[in-house]
């Protein structure tokens, strides 16, 4: 079955770290970009970061760069999100995206996991 | 970074209505455009990328135009599973960002 699970979230204090994880099964991982999108509460979607198919290229959103570090492990087909010095505006579900064609870094994202629900709160 | 902005916010119609969606870029984005649905509590489905080609699986009904800056998601015919949200994303730069959404309603 091919799906992306995420895990990792919970509830953290402000400024503590938290790392997230994102499960690929089903198809070839290393072959695939792969993003980091939330959404926090009864709000739109937001671009985090991507990843390039084999890990060399990373790019953050303004909002995450200097505290959020996107890196993957192909051999254990899984992708992480290091969130360093949350707040309380870091509170979202974060879905993990695969890229639609696995030549591009960039791209519609044609699966997606179900989320994992991240809340700061003291 | 590029922005999106659609209209409406929110869109009321009934069941057999044709309904558009429209998103415009802040600069030319060409054809990297994608739209999405989204349920409760669900991941959203992609609907539509490069702007016009419909996504495998996804019901003929819905269909993408346009490029540049103005774009439209279009539902030829609503059905009681089309009322949710819908968002576009442009992916023309690393920053790839989401339209607000649109709320198809009853």
């Known amino acids: 079955q091919v799906r992306l699970v995420e895990s990792g979230g919970g509830v953290v204090q402000p400024g503590r770290s938290l790392r997230l994880s994102c499960a690929a099964s089903?198809?070839?991982?290393?072959?695939?970009?792969i993003h980091w999108v939330r959404q926090a509460p009864g709000k739109g979607l937001e671009w985090l970061a991507l990843?390039?198919?084999?890990?060399?290229?990373?790019y953050c959103a303004d909002s995450a760069k200097g505290r959020f570090t996107i890196s993957r492990d192909n051999s254990k087909n899984t992708l992480y999100l290091q969130m360093n010095s949350l707040t309380a505006e870091d509170t979202a579900m974060y879905h993990c995206?695969?890229?639609?064609?696995?030549?591009?870094?960039?791209?519609?994202?044609?699966?997606w996991g179900q989320g994992t629900m991240v809340t700061v709160s003291s | 970074d590029i922005q999106m902005t659609q209209s409406p916010s929110t869109l009321s119609a009934s069941v057999g209505d044709r309904v558009s969606i429209t998103c415009r870029a802040s600069q030319s984005i060409s054809t990297w455009l994608a739209w999405y649905q989204q349920k409760p509590g669900k991941a959203p489905k992609l609907l539509i990328y490069?702007?016009?080609s419909l996504e495998s699986g996804v019901p003929s009904r819905f269909s993408g135009s346009g490029s540049g800056t103005e774009f439209t998601l279009t539902i030829s015919s609503l059905q009681p599973d089309d009322f949710a949200m819908y968002y576009c994303q442009q992916y023309n730069s690393y920053s790839e960002t989401f339209g607000q959404g649109t709320k198809v309603e009853v």
């Open positions: 089903g198809f070839i991982f290393s072959n695939y970009a």
């Open positions: 990843i390039s198919s084999d890990g060399s290229n990373q």
């Open positions: 490069k702007a016009s």
């Open positions: 995206g695969r890229v639609r064609h696995s030549s591009g870094v960039m791209g519609a994202f044609d699966l």
